[in-house]
């Protein structure tokens, strides 16, 4: 695998994380499917969902794969009074990155960024290295740390 601007991020705040690389096809893009391909709980691994508020514009929230986001929870973290998720062809532009390989590290932009309350229960978690098939397990405090992110109760 070659390096993603994730992973150079992590090793140049000296984040303490690892990979895992699996096989993935386009019809097998969600995190409950990644999470069975790479062996770790479904509520360890964290999808990243790209939203639009009425008043802070881009937020971004990291959520367990068997979790919805809850768009009134998801507005009153960010300050919003309402929260959409944008459309798919608006995530490369705004982002850098694709459906199934989106981080919450490294954006092009940084964005707010909210992890749900429960990362915190995980000694580790994974979150999308960037690109589709690999993994970033990492400490929730550390990616909290690198991404400026809060933690919320947003499902």
């Given at each position: 695998m070659s390096k993603t601007n994730a992973i150079r991020i992590l090793e140049s705040h000296g984040i303490k994380h690892s990979t895992v690389s699996y096989d993935y096809n386009e019809d097998e893009?969600?995190?409950?499917?990644?999470?069975?391909?790479?062996?770790?709980?479904?509520?360890?691994?964290?999808?990243?969902?790209?939203?639009?508020?009425?008043?802070?514009?881009?937020?971004?929230?990291?959520?367990?794969?068997v979790a919805e986001l809850n768009l009134k929870k998801a507005a009153l973290a960010s300050g919003n009074k309402s929260i959409e998720m944008i459309k798919v062809k608006e995530l490369l532009p705004l982002t850098g990155y694709i459906r199934g390989g989106c981080s919450p590290i490294g954006m092009k932009k940084?964005?707010?960024?909210?992890?749900?309350?429960?990362?915190?229960?995980?000694?580790?978690?994974?979150?999308?290295?960037?690109?589709?098939?690999?993994?970033?397990?990492?400490n929730p405090g550390d990616l909290k740390k690198v991404t400026g992110a809060a933690f919320a109760d947003v499902t």
């Open positions: 893009l969600d995190a409950i499917t990644v999470a069975e391909k790479i062996g770790a709980e479904h509520e360890a691994v964290f999808k990243t969902l790209v939203t639009r508020g009425d008043k802070t514009g881009i937020n971004v929230f990291c959520i367990p794969a940084s964005y707010p960024t909210y992890i749900d309350e429960t990362a915190e229960i995980f000694e580790e978690i994974y979150v999308s290295a960037g690109v589709r098939g690999t993994q970033v397990k990492i």
